[in-house]
């Protein structure tokens, strides 16, 4: 019997070839679709989850007064809590930024690499997490002046050669040091927050001859944060209370009164948070994920209403038959047997043809979120079986509701002709068409209003002037009694050349965060609290504000001598305006006429800078200490607009004169800014295809739904033409009645698509306006789309020729 329905199944397929073929290319798309997300969504909910010790990892944190979050830490705490706390079994602490440097191998004529992708990290590290070690023993990073590399590292440095045992050099703020290669780890791919290129021991940093002038480094300090610290608890810690000792222990041996607290952060919930109310850092965001997910299940609904808009509209050709079999003694189980198997066909073709789609497709969908995904991305999860089960319910659900649509025929009345007046089936067809292009007009909208708020951040005035500004970063090999000569030369070198219309130096730059971040500001008439308050620390030279184009508001800027002199013998600083209404100043006027204090040291407050954004418009500006100093880490050149990749090669050449085995590396700062927004852009992407993904979907369930309707109202319409009807009117007739229901579904898209693009635009602390031209535009083309899909059908039932319009009775 089985073998009978499914043979019926293909017969009726076969028999309704252009309808079969909208419903499996529809299913298949939404499918296909739903997977690609499916498939984001298990990588990014996988994020860390691989490691061993994972239910009991916890990242340390602080947290001000104000709620904010941040990750690096004092070193000194990781021991102070290990030996007060029973609950502490074990501890790891890494770093990465402060060792970046410049990597060599030893006794090569090689090119030096300047290396952002490596840190110091304790010697339990690998024992610590469980990142796969392909040669050597994780005991061995307890060592100093040892270094573990991941393959692809291995693969730069040593080519084929062995690299267990080889020397690297390491030339960064801690001078020159030779590291031995004696482990190769696999290399720390993007389901895991933790990714380095290369781990050198922090062993060798007790050693303080290894620490030359950075005493701030000291492994046992609580004054200088700079490092991550993750605890392995003990079985049954309650985590709360946990956090409170800590804080006592803070509050006990830290600074005073600077109102910083611990947080203790699960590692399974450093990528996406805990919910959507997570206040601790994150490197991911669960709203995007959930908006992904919620898109996702939208596309496949679109395909499932599809098909049983279709295939409920093609049952009126099939009323006759059912009506027939019904009298003859079939009864209504056997019939929903039968349309079942035609349904759950349907749906295993269009699910194996999405899995052809996925697998072509599968190259493009990883350029567009630049991931490298595939099946095996997919996690045995909770969110994977919540996944699969959406999907066989649906494709169930669909097929059993059209079965039993199907199965309901009144034989009398199919018989007698009075199908084609059944409401409840009209009715049903229009609400899917409805929800069908509301759900498109969703995502089109929300497209449109995500592209908006990226070419805001992108066009918005950042007030200074970013275009042509070319950052070369600073040595770090050759740091020695010739390095204060060499640079001035440099400098005057390229300040000669008729290219170069200015330059600056500085220790850190707009679009790559500040020097660092510190508390303890205040001014004599602070309140009580306002200490705790956090400032950002920009060390810039006397030539940064003209080099960028940054205003001042009052007072003055630094001169080249206020410039020149060791960090502890400077007692003059400026402010930007974020930082004068921060300390509690009326007016930049009276900013500068008041001495501020931090921590013990007095500063001199001589000018107010205009506020400007240093980093993305994603975020609110920061307050800014400028502190004067003639940094080498950034030089920035203002340079002539024309034949650019010359000058940056003559630029090259001047460099490696004056700093011989450091890389040359550049960057354009308004690319950098741009790269800010590269989230933006990806969703961007994301959103647009699965908008055009939605409409083509909708669409042909328009056109199957078009096709049908100029098929049954042949001779209605060879009548019309004989009796004079126009094409025109033809085709305004078949068409208004598909376009009212689209003109419903923006209706009800409109006021949704606004909330929930409202709610995600909060995110931002500068943001576009969602203007009505913008659902005009969405609305416009989802009408276009729609008439241009009725249309061809329209078109082609009207310009037919009526004497066989009417022969077809």
């Known amino acids: ?83 007060s706390f029973p609950e502490v079994k074990d501890f790891c ?84 040091a030779s590291y031995t290669v004696e482990g190769v780890f696999a290399d720390m791919l993007d389901n895991s927050d933790i990714r380095y290129d290369m781990v050198f021991s922090l062993e060798t940093l007790k050693n303080p001859a290894n620490l030359k002038d950075n005493s701030w480094a000291r492994l046992d300090n609580l004054d200088s944060q700079y490092i991550s610290t993750y605890f392995l608890l003990n079985e049954g810690v309650n985590v709360k209370n946990f956090e409170k000792k800590l804080t006592n222990l803070r509050q006990k041996l830290g600074k005073e009164n600077d ?165 409840k089936g009209v009715l049903l067809r229009k609400s899917l068409v409805v929800s069908q292009f509301a759900i ?18 992108q066009q918005k005035d950042l007030g200074m002037n970013v275009s042509q500004l070319l950052v070369i970063r600073g040595a770090e090999v050759g740091k020695d009694s010739t390095y204060k000569t060499r640079k001035d030369a440099f400098i005057n070198t390229i300040s000669q050349q008729s290219y170069v219309k200015d330059y600056a130096l500085s220790g850190s730059v707009p679009s790559s965060w500040y020097n660092f971040m510190t508390t303890g500001l205040t001014q004599p008439n602070s309140k009580q609290g306002d200490e705790q308050k956090t400032y950002a620390f920009a060390i810039i030279g ?43 100043f009326k007016t930049p006027e009276e900013a500068i006429r008041t001495k501020i204090q931090w921590d013990e040291r007095v500063l001199e407050v001589i000018g107010v800078v205009k506020d400007y954004n240093h980093m993305g418009v994603q975020r609110a500006i920061d307050p800014v200490i400028f502190y004067p100093q003639n940094s080498s880490s950034y030089f920035t050149l203002k340079l002539s607009s024309n034949e650019i990749q010359s000058k940056v090669a003559s630029l090259e050449k001047i460099y490696k004169t004056y700093f011989e085995g450091n890389p040359y590396e550049y960057f354009f700062v308004d690319d950098n800014f741009n790269r800010q927004y590269l989230s933006e852009e990806q969703y961007t992407k994301i959103f ?29 319409i060879g009548v019309r033409k004989v009796l004079g009807a126009s094409v025109v009117s033809i085709i305004t007739l078949l068409s208004k009645d598909f376009l009212k229901l689209v003109f419903i579904a923006i209706v009800v898209a409109s006021p949704i698509a606004y909330y929930f693009m409202n709610q995600w635009l909060q995110d931002f602390a500068y943001k576009a306006e969602i203007s009505w031209w913008l659902f005009a535009i969405g609305g416009g083309v989802a009408v276009i789309i729609a008439l241009f899909t009725v249309s061809f059908q329209a078109i082609k039932a009207a310009l037919l020729n009526p004497v066989k319009s009417l022969k077809t009775e």
């Open 259 to 423: 109102g910083v607290i611990f947080r203790l952060q699960a590692l399974a919930n450093i990528h996406l948070g805990e919910s959507f109310s997570d206040t601790l850092r994150t490197t991911g965001n669960i709203k995007y994920v959930y908006m992904l997910g919620g898109i996702a299940f939208l596309i496949l609904i679109i395909a499932w209403f599809n098909y049983i808009n279709i295939s409920t509209a093609n049952s009126l050709k099939r009323a006759n038959e059912i009506g027939v079999r019904k009298v003859i003694g079939a009864k209504q189980s056997d019939l929903l047997k039968q349309f079942l198997a035609e349904s759950l066909l349907t749906n295993l073709l269009g699910f194996g043809v999405s899995l052809l789609l996925v697998i072509i497709l599968q190259p493009v969908f990883n350029d567009l979120i630049e991931k490298k995904l595939s099946f095996t991305t997919l996690q045995f999860s909770k969110d994977w079986m919540i996944g699969v089960g959406l999907l066989a319910l649906g494709s169930i659900g669909s097929g059993v509701l059209t079965a039993y649509f199907l199965s309901s025929f009144s034989p009398v009345e199919t018989l007698k002709g009075k199908f084609n007046k059944y409401s």
């Open 688 to 716: 647009t295809t699965a908008s055009v993904w939605a409409i083509i979907i909708a669409c042909l369930g328009l056109f199957g739904l078009a096709t049908f309707t100029a098929e049954s109202r042949t001779k209605e």
């Open 1 to 83: 019997m089985l073998f009978n329905y499914i043979k019926i199944a293909f017969r009726n397929l076969i028999r309704n070839k252009v309808y079969s073929f909208i419903n499996i290319v529809g299913l298949a798309m939404g499918i296909s679709a739903f997977l690609f997300i499916l498939e984001y969504i298990s990588l990014e909910k996988s994020v860390n989850k691989f490691h061993a010790n994972l239910p009991n990892i916890y990242r340390l944190l602080n947290q001000n007064p104000q709620g904010v979050t941040w990750a690096d830490m004092e070193p000194g705490w990781a021991l102070k809590a290990k030996e």
């Open 542 to 584: 006397d030539r940064y504000l003209q080099t960028y184009g940054i205003k001042l508001k009052v007072g003055r800027n630094f001169t080249h001598d206020e410039c020149d002199v060791e960090w502890n013998q400077n007692s003059k600083v400026m402010l930007n305006e974020s930082a004068v209404e921060a300390l509690g």
């Open 93 to 176: 602490r890494f770093e990465q930024g402060v060792t970046k440097g410049v990597v060599k191998r030893a006794n090569s004529r090689s090119e030096p690499f300047r290396e952002a992708g490596i840190g110091f990290a304790e010697g339990n590290f690998f024992e610590f997490f469980s990142f796969p070690l392909l040669e050597g023993n994780a005991k061995s990073l307890a060592k100093p002046n040892v270094v573990f590399i991941s393959e692809s590292s291995a693969k730069k440095y040593f080519g084929k050669e062995n690299p267990m045992g080889q020397i690297l050099i390491l030339d960064n703020q801690f001078g020159n």
């Open 440 to 457: 498109s007009i969703i995502l089109i909208l929300a497209t449109c209003i995500i592209y908006r708020q990226l070419q805001f951040m």
